[in-house]
Each structure stands twice: as structure tokens, then as C-alpha cells.
């Protein structure tokens, strides 16, 4: 994982991809017809990434009720700390136990663990230079990581033969940071490792202690909670007329409806002008709404931050406004569909074995996703005021509303009954947005609205902006995927002696676990060996691929692949 923090095994090559730790297992129990059992165990991944948590402060807005004459403006100070901290440090272990039985019996592993003991820093440092003795035992917290042995089964180590077993685990421990490290003279932190296993005839397995030290390169873009999208936004009020937004900025906010992408603490100051624009309404309280809020990227398990929001009122005074109608509020919508195929083959059709021998088949499972099919549309509110301000006389008799927006395109508005303060909203929905080609960064809308008097009132050219859409609606986005092994032939295969071995981790999910959910092209590549039995026979392998898009009206889909496989040979 190339966000996550390199481990290495102190003493072996930088570019090493796994470090290794032989040791000799020696049965606990008093001597017995038992296996003699000598063990490795190697790490495939040994992952270290940080966790962060992140807040939000927002101070009261200065002041929070405010009074503008018409012609005149006014102004709000806002200030909001995003702060970012370094809670724990997470290790993702894994790889391979390889038991190897030197004796004469078959021997069964029923279980066991992996344990990982977080050693103390500063006893870290003292080992590395020498000046005290590799420690013996555990000396900080344990962490253990379980067998990959399946219940009621175990793992079988044939006399004379080996088998390997694999384990993989997370944890948390104390936060290490970069300058921890450096202060000590020392890469990261040190742990020791050792296997203790459990046979199926009650004997014990376990190793000594080996130390093992890991380097690690702290603060990494890819660790959990590292980064977030910051936003700080002014919303309609509950009551969308009665809704003050500013009409300009000065000093370091967020645009409304941008994210800003920050990695550490950061601190946001600045004053909000407010001022009276025709169509809004008079000598009535307004709500300017501020929302603040942080998505996380990739957050691991942090609380999400909540947001802020924080409430002022404005009132406009000495408007003398005439009839007038304005956009209440325009919404741009995206919506992308996506459409996905699956396919399935195996590098052979059939596979013959003589009684004991073994072979492969290798699999494919293809999932790929078209480019998105993308549409755009616009939704939103007309309001038409009376004469004489919003509250200043009888609700306008509105006969139609039509709406333009800059692409061409065209859609009616209905009027629905007027709010208590005089206004009448209406309402124009997914008006189409329609390309020639690139997609719209941003466009803008007018309005005719026609009363019952006959007479017009025009709505000024107001603009929206495609890339300040709140949620684009996806659908087919991600699909669920599984491949599964026909139980009814795999069971009769196996009745006739026949064995299958795999790697569950190169495999997706059969229908009997959680599927894996997909969101882009992907390729699974996997081989099952399969190993003859004494008794000759022919069976049929058949292996199932599904892939079920979430969302849209794509159905699930299936590909199939089937493999025979023929033991000949038998006296």
C-alpha cells in the first residue's frame, strides 16, 4: 500500500519486501508419539499508518443581529479553527506459518496466534546500541493475530511434509510520531514476535520470542485522517424568502460550495458584507445561516467532527420597493449512470491427474466499468413580491413563469400559494441542461413572469455553477462482486479423495461471505491446486463469478466457467 508506512526488518536490505523470522517449535508437553515440529514465519505486509482526529471551533459571529439601511451595507466577522491531532498509530500485520513436521505422525494444528509485542521506545533505543540485552519477553503491550485455521477442521501437517497456515491482524497502539523517533536515534518502534499453536491432540507448539525491529516513516499523506475538505457555506433559512446571504467577502473564506483541502490545523478569519438588493424582503428579521463542516478523507475509525452552524439576523430598513421577482434559489443537479460487464475463464477446460498427483487451474475473473453516461439539470424557486415591499401589499396574481436557462433550454415554473410574507414562490424542476460537447462549469438562468394584469416582470440573468453541485447522483456507481465454487461438486470431489488448496486472499468472496464492493475496473487473478486422490474418476468444477450493480437499473449479472477434471491411472 504505497500511502501506508514502510516497515522493514532492521539489519536487511531497504528494498527487502518482507522480513523473516525462523524458529524452532518444540512440543510443551512431556514426550509422547507426537510430531517434532520445526516452524517459520514470514511477514507478506507489515503496514504502519497514523490515526488523526480532527474538530471544529467556531466563535459566535460579531455582531449577530444586524440592522442595514437600504443604499448602505453592513458587516459580520466570522472565525472558525479546524484542528487536526495525532490519536494512535495503527499496525497491519500479515503473511505465512509454515509448519514442518519431521517426525513420523500426522499432526493437526487446531489453532493459535501470532503475538506482537509493542516494546517500550526507550528500551528500544537501548537494544539498538547495545547497551542492555535483547529482552526475553513481551516487555509492552501484546497485540495477537490469529491462525487462519478453520473451525472444526485444522490445519493437517502430514509426516514428513509441510503446510503453511497464514495470519493477518490490526491494531492500535500508542501514537508514534516522526519527531519521537528521531529524538531517540531510532527508526520506529521495536516489537517482538512469536508463534503459539495448539495440536488437535492437546499438545503445545510455542516458540521463543524473537525480536524484530521495523523502521517507520511517520505523518504520511496516506495515513488515516490525514487530510479533509473543509467547507464553510451560507444556507437558506427554514424559510427560503427570509434567507440574508452576503454579497461579498474579505479575507480567507472558503468560496460557498468549493471545498479547500487542508492537512494540519488551520484557522479561517473573515468579515461577511451584507446589503439590501431589490426583490428582498423589508423591515423584516432575515436569517444569514453559516454552516462549517469537514469531510475527512479517509477517516478510519475517528469521530467525524460535527458541524457548525451559527445564526444572524439582518433586517433591511427604508426600502420603498415596487413589484419585483427574483430566483429564490437555483440548484444544479449532475447525474451520472454507469454500466458494468463480467467475465470469467479458467487457462484449461480440463485437467487429467494420476492417483496422487497434483495441478492447477488458473482463473480470471475481468469486471470492467464504462465511462460514465452523464446528465445535467437544473431545479429551483421563482419568487414574485407585491408593491410596495414584501409586506407592504395583497400577493401578486401570477399567470405563468417561464424560465431560460443559458444552454437553450427552457421550463415552466408553478406557482404554489404565498408565503405568509407576501411572496409567491414558484417552482421549476429538472429543467434538462443540454451539451454540444465539454461539460458546463457554470451557466446562468433568467425568468418572464406574467400576472394576471397582463404586464411582465423580467428576473436578471443569475448564475449557478455546476462544480459547486452539493451531491451528484450516482447510480450503478459501485457494484457488489462474488466467485463461488459449486458446493454439491466441490463436496462429491472431495468425497472421491480429491484435495483443493488456495489463497483466500487472491480470490473474491464466495456467495457465503460479505461480497466485495467494487468502484472501478478490476482483475482477480487466482489459482486452485488440486490434488488427486487414490480412487480414479471424472468431476466437474464448476466455479461462478456474480456481479450485482448498486443502484441504477442494471441487473446482476453472472459468468460461469467449468473445468473437467479426470483422475486415470488407477491399478
Request: aromatic share 8%; net charge neutral; glycine share 10%.
Amino acid at each position: 500500500m504505497a500511502a501506508a508506512a514502510r516497515w522493514r526488518r532492521r539489519g536487511a536490505p531497504a528494498a527487502a519486501a518482507a522480513a523473516a523470522v525462523v524458529v524452532s517449535l518444540l512440543l510443551a508437553a512431556a514426550p509422547r508419539a507426537s510430531a517434532s515440529v520445526l516452524a517459520s514465519f514470514q511477514f507478506d505486509f507489515a503496514e504502519a499508518r497514523n490515526q488523526f482526529g480532527w474538530t471544529i471551533t467556531s466563535a459566535p459571529p460579531n455582531p449577530t443581529m444586524l440592522q442595514v439601511p437600504a443604499g448602505g451595507n453592513g458587516s459580520v466577522a466570522y472565525s472558525t479553527a479546524f484542528q487536526r491531532q495525532l490519536l494512535s498509530t495503527k499496525l497491519r500485520v500479515g503473511g505465512i506459518v509454515t509448519f514442518e513436521n519431521q517426525g513420523d505422525a500426522d499432526a493437526i494444528v487446531a489453532g493459535g496466534r501470532v503475538s506482537i509485542c509493542n516494546g517500550h521506545i526507550d528500551e528500544a533505543a537501548a537494544n539498538a546500541t547495545g547497551a542492555a540485552a535483547a529482552f526475553a519477553g513481551c516487555s509492552g503491550s501484546s497485540y495477537s493475530v490469529l491462525l487462519g485455521v478453520k473451525p472444526n477442521y485444522g490445519a493437517l501437517i502430514p509426516a514428513g511434509a509441510r503446510a503453511g497456515v497464514p495470519f493477518e491482524g490490526s491494531f492500535a497502539v500508542q501514537r508514534v510520531t516522526s519527531e519521537d523517533a528521531r529524538s531517540r536515534g531510532i527508526g520506529g518502534p521495536v516489537a517482538a514476535a512469536y508463534v503459539d499453536a495448539i495440536l488437535t491432540d492437546g499438545s503445545r507448539v510455542a516458540s521463543p520470542v524473537q525480536k524484530v525491529s521495523f523502521g517507520i516513516d511517520a505523518d504520511l499523506a496516506g495515513d488515516f485522517g490525514y487530510t479533509g475538505t473543509a467547507f464553510d457555506e451560507f444556507m437558506n433559512a427554514r424559510i427560503a424568502v427570509l434567507t440574508a446571504k452576503p454579497i461579498d467577502t474579505m479575507g480567507n473564506k472558503i468560496p460557498d460550495g468549493f471545498g479547500m483541502r487542508i492537512s494540519d490545523s488551520q484557522t479561517f478569519n473573515y468579515t461577511a458584507i451584507f446589503s439590501y438588493t431589490p426583490g428582498t424582503p423589508c423591515d423584516v428579521p432575515l436569517t444569514a445561516t453559516n454552516r462549517v463542516r469537514l469531510v475527512v478523507n479517509n477517516p478510519g475509525d475517528a469521530p467525524v467532527p460535527e458541524a457548525q452552524t451559527s445564526l444572524v439576523t439582518v433586517v433591511f430598513t427604508g426600502c420603498n420597493t415596487t413589484a419585483s421577482a427574483r430566483f429564490g434559489q437555483i440548484e444544479p443537479f449532475v447525474n451520472s449512470t454507469y454500466s458494468w460487464s463480467l467475465s470469467k475463464t479458467a487457462d484449461t477446460s480440463a485437467l487429467r491427474l494420476a492417483p496422487g498427483a497434483a495441478g492447477n487451474i488458473t482463473y480470471r475473473v475481468a469486471v470492467t466499468r464504462a465511462p460514465p453516461t452523464v446528465r445535467y439539470r437544473v431545479s429551483g424557486a421563482v419568487l414574485v413580491s407585491p408593491v410596495g415591499g414584501v409586506l407592504g401589499g395583497p400577493p401578486l396574481q401570477v399567470s405563468a413563469v417561464e424560465v431560460q436557462l443559458s444552454s437553450g433550454d427552457k421550463g415552466p415554473a408553478g406557482c404554489l400559494p404565498p408565503n405568509p410574507d407576501g411572496s409567491t414562490p414558484c417552482v421549476f424542476e429538472s429543467i434538462p441542461y443540454s451539451l454540444d460537447s465539454l461539460a458546463p462549469l457554470a451557466g446562468n438562468a433568467t425568468a418572464t413572469v406574467r400576472l394576471a394584469d397582463g404586464s411582465t416582470l423580467e428576473v436578471p440573468a443569475t448564475p449557478f455553477d455546476f462544480m459547486r453541485v452539493p451531491t451528484n447522483e450516482d447510480a450503478g456507481a459501485r457494484a457488489n462482486l462474488t466467485d463461488t465454487l459449486d458446493a454439491p461438486a466441490v463436496g462429491a470431489a472431495r468425497a472421491a479423495g480429491l484435495r483443493f488448496i488456495w489463497d483466500e486472499r487472491l480470490k473474491p468472496p464466495s456467495t457465503r461471505e460479505a461480497p466485495v464492493v467494487l468502484t472501478e475496473a478490476t482483475v482477480y487473478e487466482y489459482s486452485i491446486k488440486v490434488r488427486a486422490g487414490a480412487k480414479c474418476g471424472s468431476h466437474r468444477l464448476v466455479n461462478t463469478a456474480g456481479l450485482a450493480p448498486i443502484g441504477g437499473t442494471q441487473k446482476a449479472m453472472l459468468a460461469r466457467s467449468e473445468v473437467a477434471v479426470d483422475v486415470i491411472g488407477c491399478n
